[in-house]
Structures are given as structure tokens and as C-alpha cells.
């Protein structure tokens, strides 16, 4: 087991991973704990592709390990995608073996990292990845994890690492949807990310003056949807948007038809077709209600792409510093938030199985209800 250091002198050389999934701009929140790291005169090693670098050092023509130099650092670009790649995501204590046997690999990898006397780890992660982290840091591992999630999903802090960048890229295309849309006088349905919580979708809705926003914490009626439409829908106004969160639920829509999608009377809440195939699910049903042409788009999984914004860059370099300050501090299990105006260090037990979603007082709800935009009515 590795021993849990408590004393900020201790630590030597600490490493830091990047769990599953591309965000872009990952290199800054690397240069913000490198830089931070090498101040306080320790060394600092990124591995590969999650834990990937350590258990499987073979596979790398590097060992799977790089060691975070200044020289490396400075030569990194902050705007670009993480040099140490990412997480496969794959959980190292359920790791499915060639014969399809299951095995656990936490031991091996807190051996591993024990022998490469790493004193500590800084992991960037998402909701899943906090799971794990939790999970080896009850079993020894001296860890500090910083959020990153596309949907701004995970608890206890303000802002998760990736989700500026991605809101401005969906609003981006989304503003074109909306053109295309007025141009053909037709109704966009557009799909986004947005599985659990509807931050994107309502964000992105209110910036591109959307008609209506829909997602997963307002289950709602697609008979009231294309009611509201009807309303907007006018000689002058030929043209409407519909934004569809991924994870949007519904009350009147019938799953077991999805060659022919209907809406029925009010029910319990079910949920559409998977993610990549709700805003034709959407789209389809809504066109038997209105006689305006309603054509789909998925615009979801093209936001993780992009340039990182200046905010995500800046943020970046303050997770990463952040986390260096809470190892100084001998904090451990636990995760960098920003609480703005401050980065806090909030024990894990705090963010993990936790999804934040969209609050029913929320500011943006009232917002988005100001502007005329339907959001469906929460049960």
C-alpha cells in the first residue's frame, strides 16, 4: 500500500493522469500543476492514457511515463489537446482480461506506482473517474482529482474543466442551425450534450434565442411543445428551434414505436431513443402536430471538438495550480472546486455519485422563462 503523506516536504515526485474522454485545452490545467510543482522543487511525471503508462509500460517507446520538465512544459500548447492522452475507461479494479475473465488491478497499480516512488497523485476526471479515484484512495492512494465534464455535471463545484468550451462551440453551431432554420422556414430539432443535466441546453438556448429547451430535469409534453410552436409560427415568423438535451425526458412519447414516433395522453415520464437519435425521435412526432417542415440535427458529440475558450484556459491553469497547493496544504481525497471567487478542496465523498443538475430556482430557468422560451412543466 502506499503510504498516505500528510506533510508537504514529503512529496518528491508526484504524478498526474487525465481520465476518458478528449476536452480540449487539457495541455493547461498540465502546465498550471508542472509549473506549480516545479516551484516547490518536486517532480512531476504524466502518465499515459490514464493509468495505461503504468500498467502496461511495454506498450510506450517512453516506459509510459514523461516526466513534466520545464523545458517540456514550456514548449506545450495551451490550446491544444493533452499530451498524456487519456483513460481508456476503463475501472483498473474491473478490467476485463482476453479470456473475458474480470479482474482487479488496483494492487498492481498501487505496487507499480509505489515502485516508481510516486508519492502522490493529481488525476483530471470526470464523474466516473471520481468514483475510481475514491475508491484507490480508501485503499492507500494519496490523491487530488480535478473536475472535467463536457456537461458541467459534477457536484460541489461552480465549473467543471471543458464546459465553457464546449457551451461556446454548441452555441456557435447552434447559432448556424438557427440561420439555416430562418433561411428554409423550417423547424430545427437539435440534439446537444446534455445526459444528465441540462446545463448545455439551457445555456445554449437562452444565448441563440431559442423557441424551446428541452431536458432531463423538465420531463414534458411533446403535445405542448408543438403547441407553443404553432403559437410562435406566423407569416412573418416562418421558422422556429427546438434544443434537445441528449438525456431529454418526455411524458407523451411512445418508445416501442420508433419506426412511426407518436405522442399519446399524459403518462409517467419515459425516455426517447438513445443519445444521437432524439432529435429525429423528436422531430418526427412533432411533425405529425404541425404542418411547418421540422427537419433533425446532432450537433452533441462535435462539441467536444473546437479550441478551448479563455475561460477554460485560464481555469485550466488554476485546477491544475490548485491541486499542486492542496498536496502543499497535506490535503488528500479530495477534489480542487472553484466556489467562485475561490478554488476550495472538497473531499471526494462530497462530488462523487452526485450529478448536478439544472435546480428548479434556478436563475437560468427564470432567465430562459423571461425570454419566451418553453421549457415544459416540472412534475
Known amino acids: 500500500?502506499?503510504?498516505?503523506?500528510?506533510?508537504?516536504?514529503?512529496?518528491?515526485?508526484?504524478?498526474?493522469?487525465?481520465?476518458?474522454?478528449?476536452?480540449?485545452?487539457?495541455?493547461?490545467?498540465?502546465?498550471?500543476?508542472?509549473?506549480?510543482?516545479?516551484?516547490?522543487?518536486w517532480e512531476m511525471i504524466g502518465i499515459r492514457d490514464g493509468f495505461e503508462g503504468l500498467l502496461h509500460p511495454d506498450r510506450y517507446p517512453d516506459g509510459g511515463l514523461v516526466t513534466l520538465s520545464p523545458e517540456l512544459v514550456?514548449?506545450?500548447?495551451?490550446?491544444?489537446?493533452?499530451?498524456?492522452?487519456?483513460?481508456?475507461?476503463?475501472?483498473?479494479?474491473?478490467?476485463?482480461?482476453?479470456?473475458?475473465?474480470?479482474?482487479?488491478?488496483?494492487?498492481?497499480?498501487?505496487?507499480?506506482?509505489?515502485?516508481?516512488?510516486?508519492?502522490?497523485?493529481?488525476?483530471?476526471?470526470g464523474g466516473q473517474g471520481l468514483g475510481i479515484l475514491y475508491k484507490l484512495h480508501r485503499r492507500g492512494l494519496?490523491?487530488?482529482?480535478?473536475?472535467?465534464?463536457?456537461?458541467?455535471?459534477?457536484?460541489?463545484?461552480?465549473?467543471?474543466?471543458?464546459?465553457?468550451?464546449?457551451?461556446?462551440?454548441?452555441?456557435?453551431?447552434?447559432?448556424?442551425?438557427?440561420?439555416?432554420?430562418?433561411?428554409?422556414?423550417?423547424?430545427?430539432?437539435?440534439?446537444v450534450l446534455g445526459e444528465h443535466a441540462g446545463w448545455i441546453a439551457l445555456q445554449a438556448g437562452i444565448a441563440v434565442r431559442a423557441d424551446v429547451v428541452l431536458m432531463p430535469e423538465i420531463p414534458c409534453a411533446l403535445k405542448h411543445v408543438a403547441a407553443?410552436?404553432?403559437?410562435?409560427?406566423?407569416?412573418?415568423?416562418?421558422?422556429?428551434?427546438?434544443?434537445?438535451?441528449?438525456?431529454?425526458?418526455?411524458?407523451?412519447?411512445?418508445?416501442?414505436?420508433?419506426?412511426?414516433?407518436?405522442?399519446?395522453?399524459?403518462?409517467?415520464?419515459?425516455?426517447?431513443?438513445?443519445?444521437?437519435?432524439i432529435a429525429e425521435a423528436v422531430a418526427a412526432a412533432l411533425q405529425q402536430l404541425i404542418a411547418t417542415e421540422i427537419y433533425p440535427l446532432v450537433i452533441g458529440p462535435w462539441a467536444r471538438g473546437g479550441n478551448p475558450t479563455?475561460?477554460?484556459?485560464?481555469?485550466?491553469?488554476?485546477?491544475?495550480?490548485?491541486?499542486?497547493?492542496?498536496?502543499?496544504?497535506?490535503?488528500?481525497?479530495?477534489?480542487?472546486?472553484?466556489v467562485p471567487p475561490d478554488i476550495k478542496f472538497v473531499p471526494l465523498t462530497e462530488a462523487i455519485d452526485k450529478v448536478r443538475t439544472v435546480p428548479a430556482d434556478s436563475e437560468f430557468l427564470r432567465l430562459a422563462q423571461s425570454l419566451g422560451i418553453y421549457l415544459g412543466t416540472r412534475l
Do not use: W
Not at 88 to 106: C, I, M, Y
Not at 163 to 186: D, G, P
Not at 247 to 258: L, N, R
Not at 314 to 327: D, E, K, N, S
Open 74 to 125: 514550456e514548449n506545450l500548447d495551451p490550446a491544444t489537446g493533452g499530451v498524456l492522452g487519456q483513460a481508456p475507461g476503463v475501472d483498473p479494479s474491473q478490467v476485463r482480461t482476453a479470456n473475458g475473465e474480470e479482474v482487479d488491478l488496483s494492487d498492481a497499480l498501487l505496487t507499480r506506482l509505489r515502485a516508481e516512488n510516486i508519492d502522490a497523485l493529481i488525476s483530471v476526471v
Open 1 to 41: 500500500m502506499i503510504q498516505v503523506l500528510g506533510h508537504a516536504g514529503l512529496h518528491r515526485r508526484v504524478a498526474i493522469n487525465v481520465g476518458a474522454g478528449f476536452i480540449p485545452g487539457m495541455n493547461s490545467v498540465l502546465m498550471g500543476a508542472a509549473l506549480a510543482g516545479g516551484k516547490l522543487g
Open 228 to 277: 407553443r410552436l404553432k403559437d410562435k409560427i406566423s407569416a412573418r415568423r416562418p421558422y422556429g428551434l427546438v434544443v434537445v438535451a441528449e438525456g431529454a425526458k418526455f411524458v407523451d412519447y411512445t418508445p416501442a414505436q420508433e419506426d412511426q414516433p407518436s405522442v399519446n395522453a399524459l403518462k409517467a415520464p419515459l425516455s426517447p431513443p438513445a443519445k444521437g437519435h
Open 310 to 338: 479563455a475561460l477554460d484556459q485560464q481555469l485550466g491553469m488554476a485546477y491544475g495550480a490548485g491541486a499542486v497547493q492542496a498536496l502543499k496544504a497535506g490535503q488528500n481525497g479530495v477534489m480542487v472546486a472553484f
Open 142 to 191: 494519496h490523491a487530488v482529482c480535478i473536475p472535467r465534464s463536457i456537461e458541467n455535471d459534477i457536484a460541489a463545484t461552480a465549473i467543471s474543466f471543458g464546459f465553457n468550451s464546449a457551451l461556446s462551440t454548441t452555441i456557435e453551431m447552434l447559432n448556424k442551425a438557427y440561420q439555416a432554420a430562418r433561411s428554409a422556414r423550417k423547424i430545427a430539432v437539435v440534439e
